[in-house]
């Protein structure tokens, strides 16, 4: 996609990143490095299986693959990365560690702060720009731009993920700045990369097994009309409040999250986010801190987030942005932690849909291979 | 420039979306379209009139969500593909309005060295129009700049928006333009010029 001006072609697509003409030398970024010697710290030791992953992560990047971690959502991805990290940081690499949501940007780099005091992890996405550099760095893939040819180990996380999923540009703007080895990581593959796997030309490892050993929750499906649903969440946020537990009410759409928080509110103390939500850090900081029961909210919040002894619904199930991924993902918030690691997930919906048959089916046989 | 994105299809300039489907058989063979028929309505054409300072105002259009995309690709990020597009199908009525009259349009080395380009110059200069921009208006350094002596008076001067109408306020090219083009204005902004309009054309009690 360029376009002629004034004798330079130049391309609209990567635009936003700033204007790229045709023979322009393209500067890669200095950056910091330093090499770091140490140990990342954790609240709870890692399962024998995810040190087992983590080992075969680790060794299969040594030897210059690419590698694809295929875990269960709340397995401990992240947690799985960490020996790679302390690696490549102990041999003055530069690790950087991409998502596509900036909501997740936030909550993964104040994880690995905690996993790495000793370090400057610094996040950078919109509205966390000013330092856009230090040992370790989570960002949006949309940063990626500032970092070309900067980093020995990108870690991409969620890659089948809205906005990065078949976003050509966003996809580009990560192989710029890799220039050792990609560590992808996510719950529900794409077929690309499925196909890259199959291929050879990278490595997949598995791990389905929470650190908890239960199994995924399996949502239950409840076939009925739209008014019927709207009672029912009701109903089950009440029920929920009585247990002290809080709910995350999925809809499809922004104006779905309107009035259902409208309704909700006269029940229990409710809130919406969605990606056009103003202060987006503020409610979640609320719904952290248990200041709001249910939290109403689009598939912005399908991945990436852990509250304990949360409980999905889902309402209008069926609808299409609602893919097999996506509700994996979805009721993946579902009994993360080990002091609750049961959890009730619903989805309310006319009739089954086919993306939802795929996704119990898959849930089912993660829990199985376990 | 929609066929010479060197892709497989035209595609509609401000969205990407493909064009194909979206229009007419005989505009899709004469390839004319730049921009989707979404796009189209979102680019709302006003020609309200008002009074600023005195001064007769014209604003084209109004200033939505699709006008921010739109000018910040285009101004801000120097996508000069777009330059057609703001006034493709409108330029005969903007023609009538600056007819027999010199043109200038905001301009400063600030805005050049920002964006690369002077995006009020560019939208006209594609559709042939001489635009004199003189180099220094906002740094209130009008007396030793020359170009604008060359101008037959009147002339209409065009500025991007209400914004920058407020900080040309204190300049000889606001002061002495006979007519004065926004581009963009926002609906507080429109209502705003033509209540004040309103009181200038009320008698005085007295």
């Known amino acids: ?370 | 420039m929609h066929k010479a994105a060197q892709s497989d299809e035209p595609v509609c300039l401000t969205c990407m979306k493909p064009l194909s489907g979206q229009l007419e058989l005989s505009q899709v063979f004469l390839g004319k379209e730049r921009v989707c028929p979404d796009c189209r309505t979102q680019r709302v054409w006003k020609n309200k009139t008002g009074i600023w300072n005195g001064k007769k105002i014209i604003v084209l259009f109004e200033n939505n969500e699709w006008m921010e995309t739109f000018w910040k690709r285009y101004a801000l990020l120097n996508d000069t593909a777009l330059a057609p597009v703001l006034l493709e199908g409108k330029m005969k009525k903007v023609a009538s309005l600056i007819a027999g009259k010199g043109i200038v349009a905001e301009s400063s080395p600030d805005i050049l060295s920002a964006m690369g380009h002077l995006p009020v110059e560019t939208l006209f200069s594609c559709y042939g129009y001489k635009v004199w921009h003189p180099q220094f208006a906002f740094r209130d350094q009008p007396a030793d700049n020359s170009k604008i002596y060359l101008l037959k008076e009147p002339f209409t001067l065009i500025v991007s928006g209400m914004e920058v109408l407020e900080k040309t306020k204190s300049t000889w090219m606001a002061n002495q333009a006979d007519c004065i083009l926004v581009l963009k204005a926002t609906k507080e902004e429109m209502n705003q010029l033509c209540k004040k309009r309103k009181e200038r054309s009320s008698p005085e009690i007295f």
Request: hydrophobic share 40%.
């Open chain 1, 1 to 370: 996609m360029f376009y002629l001006d004034h004798g330079v072609w130049y391309c609209r697509r990567c635009l936003d990143f700033g204007r790229l003409e045709w023979g322009e030398e393209d500067i890669p970024k200095q950056i910091f490095k330093r090499k770091w010697k140490g140990k990342p710290v954790l609240e709870f030791e890692l399962t024998p299986f995810q040190k087992q992953i983590s080992r075969q992560t680790l060794e299969a990047l040594k030897e210059g693959e690419d590698v694809f971690v295929f875990a269960a959502a709340g397995a401990g991805k992240t947690e799985i990365t960490l020996e790679s990290i302390c690696y490549y940081l102990s041999l003055g690499k530069k690790v950087c560690f991409a998502i596509s949501r900036r909501q997740v940007v936030i909550e993964i780099a104040k994880r690995l702060s905690k996993n790495f005091p000793e370090l400057s992890v610094v996040p950078v996405c919109e509205g966390f720009t000013e330092v856009t550099d230090g040992d370790l760095i989570v960002c949006t893939t949309h940063q990626l731009y500032r970092y070309k040819g900067c980093f020995d180990l990108l870690i991409l996380d969620e890659l089948d993920a809205f906005p990065y999923a078949g976003n050509e540009v966003l996809e580009n703007l990560a192989e710029s700045a890799c220039r050792g080895q990609k560590l992808l990581l996510s719950a529900t593959p794409d077929d690309k990369s499925m196909e890259a796997i199959s291929k050879g030309e990278m490595k997949m490892v598995q791990l389905f097994r929470r650190p908890h050993g239960k199994p995924l929750c399996v949502p239950a499906v409840k076939a009925c009309s739209n008014v019927s649903a709207v009672f029912r969440i009701v109903v089950q946020c009440r029920r929920f409040k009585k247990k002290n537990k809080q709910v995350l009410v999925f809809v499809p759409r922004k104006k779905d999250g309107v009035w259902m928080k409208e309704v909700l509110n006269f029940f229990v103390r409710c809130d919406l986010i969605h990606s056009s939500s103003l202060n987006k850090d503020e409610i979640m900081d609320k719904f952290h801190k248990k200041q709001t029961e249910v939290l109403v909210c689009t598939t912005l919040l399908e991945r990436g987030i852990t509250v304990p002894s949360v409980q999905v619904l889902v309402y209008r199930a069926d609808h299409h942005v609602f893919t097999a991924a996506s509700l994996i993902q979805i009721f993946g918030r579902v009994g993360r932690t080990f002091s609750d690691p049961y959890g009730t997930g619903i989805c309310y919906c006319s009739g089954p849909s086919l993306e939802m048959e795929k996704c119990i089916r898959q849930l089912k046989a993660m829990n199985q291979s376990v």
